[in-house]
């Protein structure tokens, strides 16, 4: 299933979550929460807005599932842990959230020291969801059998999104690498689950498919509580994806006629 194994663990089991921690002890530790997040927001801050708004996009949940669609038919394997980790990311931070009354800076920062763009949505800020939603399914790519530059990109991608929830001034740098740490841990464990819990079956496939396509069909139609300036790669993005996936729906559910045209 994965080409990494346990026993011998890569560094891309580890690396990401070695690094979050340390830095979160040292800003911790040296009570540079805010002072870090004030330096970040603002050097990160230029106009058009709708740049890191549109970044940030990304990190929505619905907007993660959708960018499997495309391995739907092809890889059924990481379709699979993918939701598991999704499972388990989700319960771990609306477990979280409720229990750690950490504010957002809106409600700590005076207005005129930083900078807010789009919508910031909720009270409690840790863990970021956002982050935690994007690292997970980066560690589900870089877990699995994929090449070392589709596993940096998706990494960066990642990285952009939790550096987004700084940007938009949205999440604490301690927030955004707790998301990291969650996300990754997350994946970790659904590549270990998904060994135990097989899901590759065609049922199960149709089942999994059937919900992607079900959260394109959301977010084109259904969602309208998201930011107007991110509302147009909200529709083309998951248009596309679904695009990428005709042919693996198409050997999920009708796999007949794959062979009768072959």
Same mark, same amino acid.
């Given at each position: 299933?994965?080409?990494l194994s346990?026993?011998?663990?890569?560094?891309? *089991?580890?690396?990401?979550?070695?690094?979050?921690?340390l830095?979160?002890?040292?800003?911790?530790?040296?009570?540079?929460n805010?002072?870090?997040?004030?330096?970040? &927001?603002?050097?990160? *801050?230029f106009?058009?807005?709708?740049?890191?708004? &549109?970044?940030t996009?990304?990190?929505?949940?619905?907007?993660?599932?959708?960018?499997?669609?495309?391995?739907?038919?092809?890889?059924?394997?990481?379709?699979?842990?993918? #939701?598991?980790t999704a499972?388990?990311?989700?319960?771990?931070?609306?477990?979280?959230?409720?229990?750690?009354?950490?504010?957002?800076?809106?409600?700590?920062?005076?207005?005129?020291?930083?900078?807010?763009?789009? &919508?910031?949505?909720?009270?409690?800020?840790?863990?970021?969801?956002?982050?935690?939603?994007?690292?997970?399914?980066?560690?589900?790519?870089?877990l699995?059998s994929?090449? &070392?530059?589709?596993?940096?990109?998706?990494?960066?991608?990642?990285?952009?999104?939790?550096?987004?929830?700084?940007?938009?001034?949205? %999440?604490w740098?301690?927030?955004?690498?707790a998301?990291?740490?969650?996300?990754?841990?997350?994946?970790?464990?659904?590549?270990w689950l998904a060994?135990?819990?097989?899901?590759t079956?065609?049922?199960?496939?149709?089942?999994?498919s059937?919900?992607?396509?079900?959260?394109?069909?959301?977010l084109?139609?259904? %969602? %309208?509580?998201?930011?107007?300036?991110?509302?147009?790669?909200?529709?083309?993005?998951?248009?596309i994806?679904?695009?990428?996936?005709?042919?693996?729906?198409?050997?999920?559910? #009708?796999?007949?006629?794959?062979?009768?045209?072959?």
């Amino acid at each position: 299933m994965s080409t990494l194994s346990f026993k011998n663990l890569s560094p891309w *089991y580890y690396a990401i979550i070695l690094f979050a921690v340390l830095m979160m002890i040292i800003i911790a530790t040296a009570g540079y929460n805010q002072s870090l997040f004030l330096i970040l &927001n603002n050097f990160f *801050y230029f106009k058009p807005e709708a740049f890191w708004i &549109n970044v940030t996009l990304f990190g929505d949940a619905g907007m993660v599932m959708i960018l499997m669609l495309p391995l739907v038919g092809r890889r059924p394997e990481v379709i699979w842990i993918g #939701f598991i980790t999704a499972i388990l990311a989700t319960i771990t931070v609306q477990l979280l959230k409720p229990y750690i009354d950490l504010p957002r800076p809106p409600s700590v920062l005076a207005s005129d020291t930083f900078h807010t763009m789009g &919508n910031i949505f909720g009270s409690k800020t840790f863990p970021s969801g956002h982050t935690t939603a994007a690292f997970a399914l980066a560690g589900v790519i870089a877990l699995n059998s994929f090449s &070392n530059t589709t596993r940096v990109l998706v990494l960066i991608f990642a990285f952009m999104i939790g550096l987004s929830r700084i940007a938009v001034g949205a %999440h604490w740098p301690i927030d955004v690498l707790a998301g990291m740490v969650i996300g990754w841990t997350c994946a970790i464990a659904g590549v270990w689950l998904a060994r135990y819990l097989p899901g590759t079956s065609r049922g199960v496939q149709m089942v999994t498919s059937f919900i992607l396509v079900a959260t394109v069909i959301y977010l084109v139609f259904f %969602h %309208h509580d998201g930011d107007k300036e991110a509302r147009f790669m909200e529709i083309t993005v998951p248009l596309i994806c679904l695009a990428l996936s005709l042919r693996g729906l198409q050997s999920v559910y #009708f796999p007949g006629s794959i062979r009768s045209n072959e």
